[in-house]
T-cell receptor, first 115, second 111 residues
Framework: DTGVSQNPRHKITKRGQNVTFRCDPI?????LYWYRQTLGQGPEFLTY????????KSRLLSDRFSAERPKGSFSTLEIQRTEQGDSAMYLC?????????????FGQGTRLTVV | KQEVTQIPAALSVPEGENLVLNCSFT??????LQWFRQDPGKGLTSLLL?????REQTSGRLNASLDKSSGRSTLYIAASQPGDSATYLC??????????FGTGTRLTVIP
C-alpha cells in the first residue's frame, strides 16, 4: 500500500472551465475527506464520506462543487465554472475507524491554479 | 466553532537545539489531536496522534503533550536537524467528520 494517492498533482485551468480531481484512499479505509488549503493557511474541511455516503458538507462547498465516492473506493471532486478564488491546494485524506479516535492520512494534494 | 492557534508563526533555530511548538484550541471537547508536518508544496505527513484520554505521545525525537482541560498541546523536537525544516500543523478532531487546523509554525533549522 502506497498511501493516499491524488491526481493530477497540478492543474492550470482557465476561468470558467470545469476541473475534476481524483483521490485513491488507503485500501480498506472507510472514511475519506476533502480539504482545501490556501497559501499561508491551514487546511479547511470541505466534505466527508463514510464508505459511499457523503455525510457532511462544509459551507465552503458551494453549488459549483460536487464530490462523489462511488462504491466506497476512490473519490472525485469536481469544480464547475472555476473562479480565480478557487485557486488552492486540494487535499484528500482517509482513515479507518468504527469510532471517534482516528488517525487521518493525507495525500500529496492537487494544486489548482485558475488563470 | 473550534478555533486553533499556533504560536509562533515562524521559528528559526541553529542545528542541535531543542525546541517547542505550541498549539491552543478553544473548545476542549475534542476526540483527538494530531500533529502534521508539511514540506513546501506538498501534502501533510502525520507525526503523532494523541487521543483525548492520553497526555502525551512520543516518536523518536518528537514528543507531543496534550492538556485538554486548558486547551493546549505542545510538540517538542529534540536535537533539531536541518531536515526538520518544514511547517508543522496542529489539528483537533471534534468527532468522526473533520479536523480543525491551525495556520502552522514554519520551522527553519540552520546548519
Amino acid at each position: 500500500d502506497t498511501g493516499v494517492s491524488q491526481n493530477p498533482r497540478h492543474k492550470i485551468t482557465k476561468r470558467g472551465q470545469n476541473v475534476t480531481f481524483r483521490c485513491d484512499p488507503i485500501s480498506e479505509h472507510n472514511r475519506l475527506y476533502w480539504y482545501r488549503q490556501t497559501l499561508g493557511q491551514g487546511p479547511e474541511f470541505l466534505t466527508y464520506f463514510q464508505n459511499e455516503a457523503q455525510l457532511e458538507k462544509s459551507r465552503l462547498l458551494s453549488d459549483r462543487f460536487s464530490a462523489e465516492r462511488p462504491k466506497g473506493s476512490f473519490s472525485t471532486l469536481e469544480i464547475q465554472r472555476t473562479e480565480q478564488g478557487d485557486s488552492a491546494m486540494y487535499l484528500c485524506a482517509s482513515s479507518y475507524s468504527t469510532g471517534e479516535n482516528t488517525e487521518a492520512f493525507f495525500g500529496q494534494g492537487t494544486r489548482l491554479t485558475v488563470v | 466553532k473550534q478555533e486553533v492557534t499556533q504560536i509562533p508563526a515562524a521559528l528559526s533555530v541553529p542545528e542541535g537545539e531543542n525546541l517547542v511548538l505550541n498549539c491552543s484550541f478553544t473548545d476542549s471537547a475534542i476526540y483527538n489531536l494530531q500533529w502534521f508536518r508539511q514540506d513546501p508544496g506538498k501534502g501533510l505527513t502525520s507525526l503523532l496522534l494523541i487521543q483525548s484520554s492520553q497526555r502525551e505521545q512520543t516518536s523518536g525525537r518528537l514528543n507531543a503533550s496534550l492538556d485538554k482541560s486548558s486547551g493546549r498541546s505542545t510538540l517538542y523536537i529534540a536535537a533539531s536537524q536541518p531536515g526538520d525544516s518544514a511547517t508543522y500543523l496542529c489539528a483537533v478532531s471534534a468527532g468522526a467528520n473533520n479536523l480543525f487546523f491551525g495556520t502552522g509554525t514554519r520551522l527553519t533549522v540552520i546548519p
